[in-house]
């Protein structure tokens, strides 16, 4: 079988193999890589999956992509190895769900795509003899997830760049508390600042010689480890293989949407996905308006993770609907936008609602959320209230991509409890720190680059 090959955004690239854009990232014309076939799930498959394990479903998703790259024993290894931990479909009410995606090491979603994409990358650089110098931007959760994933394994080091005040003290600690091969910097600027400064190193051809690569959410090994859980939900909650399901996402980056999207074009049984943004809510307006316009600076929501005024994947979601954007945002070839508002209806959440939506989930049903979820919860009840969805037979699965006890300030004051921290945020308090303020500077940041990693 031929591997499937990877295609760039801005389409100035020659399409590359899965090998090459998982340790590139970016790609040299600073599109994002893109799978140019999108493997199908047969409907054999979907009805074998509701007896599998998460790492077995994962596992049959992966090799779509990946047969003929990696050896099939391998995969299926580096998989179970990377999915030790539970994903919790927690019952609400009639057949709505949360699915919890916060039972990871940093208890974020963003583990299932660091935990998976550092297996593929040591796998890769293992095979070479190589190394590697990941650099990447976090308003929060990637910046820990990443750290995690990649500490202390050989050939590689991290650099993660956060804004200051953009993230809690408890992600902060997540990442500086790791040191040995994983530097953290401080910058007193916004995430997409240093997104900025990140995006501008990658094409920097004076930096050529550090082997940089990215863990953003533009690498494409983020990108198909967020199409698993998916099918996972699916095949736990269905009760056959004709039914169709309704998702609701939180989305910043949009990688995690992206996933969804291609998880729905692989075969999926997906209704619609309701695309929830916090009061950054660029995506929701361009759908209905077909034009895109970043926000800049982003909005500052309790949200953090989502506090993005220019979705990188964005770029990825319009080449899926057969357009084109290039990384500053400029549509030059519209995608279709019928078929985006057919699959997907957005919706912008305020603070307010957003704080509302915690209060409530709580007093109703007991259902501990934390910001990013409550922002999913509550485009789901206005999607319920608004599309006359409302029977209590549709399956609807809202995501809860952290864990509250990740944002303890915002849950004390809305609901007045400790939210129980999971094992894998214990002592976290206690250790210590260590971590760099830099200058919102694209110049300074390359010397200490060059300096340090030269
Ligand atoms: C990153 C993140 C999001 C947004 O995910 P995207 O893939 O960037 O859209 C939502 N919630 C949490 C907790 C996150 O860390």
Known sequence: MKPIMYYSTNLKTKPVTFKDALIKGLAPDKGLFMPEKIPEISRDELVSFPQMPYHEIAYAIANKFLEGEIPAQKLKDLISDAYNYEVPLQNVYDRKYVMRLDQGPTASFKDFAARQMARLMQFYLGEEKRELLILTATSGDTGSAIANAFYGLDNIKIVVLFPLHEVTSRQRKQMTTLGRNVRIMALDAKFDDCQALVKRAFTDSDLDHLKLSSANSINIGRLLPQTMYYFYAYAKLTRSVDEQIIFSVPSGNFGDMMGGLIAMRMG????????????????????????????VPSKNCISSAMNVGHPSNLSRVVALYGGVMDETGLVTKMPDLKQMNRDMHAVSISEAETKNAIKEAYAKHKLILEPHGAVAWAALQQYINDSGQNTPDQLMVSLETAHPAKFPEEIREILSIEPNLPQSLEGIEAKEESFMQLENNYEVFKRHLLQNYG
């Open 268 to 295: 999926l049984p997906v209704k619609r996905f309701v695309i929830a943004t916090n009061s950054n809510d660029e995506f929701p307006e361009f759908l209905s308006s077909g034009r895109y316009e970043k926000i």
